[in-house]
């Protein structure tokens, strides 16, 4: 059974940092490429960052290009995101997506979330 | 960025009757490639339509999908009690990866 679970998430100052891990089961995680995508609270869905299989291409939101960054380890089945520079804009549940095929991204399987508070 | 545009904005229907919800991009969708999901309150959302009209894994084949270039529609043929929820749709053919805004499906 495919299962992605986020951590990490919580309350964070303006300015601060965080960083969100997804663990990914129950596939063979390097086969896939992997996404991050939030939903702030009563708001729709919004693309964050995907990154691909061996990590050769990384795609990111221009709401978050140069504060976030998407990292993975293959050897650990694990995503990452980290968040600097984090704007009362950010808060959200931030969710772990696969994208099933091969350059494609669309999302097949999705964690539970992790919310993400930006609050003085 | 590719802007998608979902209409109505909200779709008030019956169990039983036919749902037809729209999703217009602002340029044409590479490959066609657009995906639907379904996210009622609480949950995490779930693909439904993928490549425009490819059914998910496991989806009911009252949901269908169609399009191409710049307009999409998704059909659900017969409202189930649990097909109330919001839907939304994604283009993946070019980064950005956008969604748009999403329709309420409700009684």
């Known amino acids: 059974e495919v299962q992605l679970v986020e951590s990490g998430g919580g309350l964070v100052k303006p300015g601060g940092s965080l960083r969100l891990s997804c663990a990914a089961s129950?596939?063979?995680?390097?086969?896939?490429?992997m996404n991050w995508v939030r939903q702030a609270p009563g708001k729709g869905l919004e693309w964050v960052s995907s990154?691909?299989?061996?990590?050769?291409?990384?795609y990111q939101a221009d709401s978050v290009k140069g504060r976030f960054t998407i990292s993975r380890d293959n050897a650990k089945n694990s995503m990452y995101l980290q968040m600097d520079s984090l704007r009362a804009e950010d808060t959200a549940v931030y969710y772990c997506?696969?994208?099933?095929?091969?350059?494609?991204?669309?999302?097949?399987?999705w964690g539970q979330g992790t919310l993400v508070t930006v609050s003085s | 960025e590719i802007v998608l545009t979902q209409s109505p904005g909200t779709l008030s229907l019956s169990p039983g009757e036919r749902a037809t919800l729209s999703c217009r991009a602002s340029?044409?969708?590479?490959?066609?490639?657009l995906a639907w999901y379904q996210q009622k309150p609480g949950q995490t959302p779930r693909l439904l339509i993928y490549?425009?009209?490819s059914r998910a894994t496991g989806i009911p084949d009252r949901f269908s999908g169609s399009g191409s270039g710049t307009d999409f529609t998704l059909t659900i043929s017969r409202l189930e009690p649990e097909d109330f929820a919001v839907y939304y749709c994604?283009?993946?053919?070019?980064?950005?990866?956008?969604f748009g805004p999403g329709t309420k499906v409700d009684i």
């Open positions: 990154i691909s299989r061996s990590s050769d291409y990384i």
């Open positions: 994604q283009q993946y053919g070019t980064s950005p990866f956008t």
């Open positions: 340029q044409s969708v590479t490959s066609s490639f």
């Open positions: 490549a425009a009209s």
């Open positions: 129950g596939f063979i995680f390097s086969g896939y490429s």
């Open positions: 997506a696969r994208s099933p095929g091969v350059g494609t991204y669309y999302f097949d399987y």
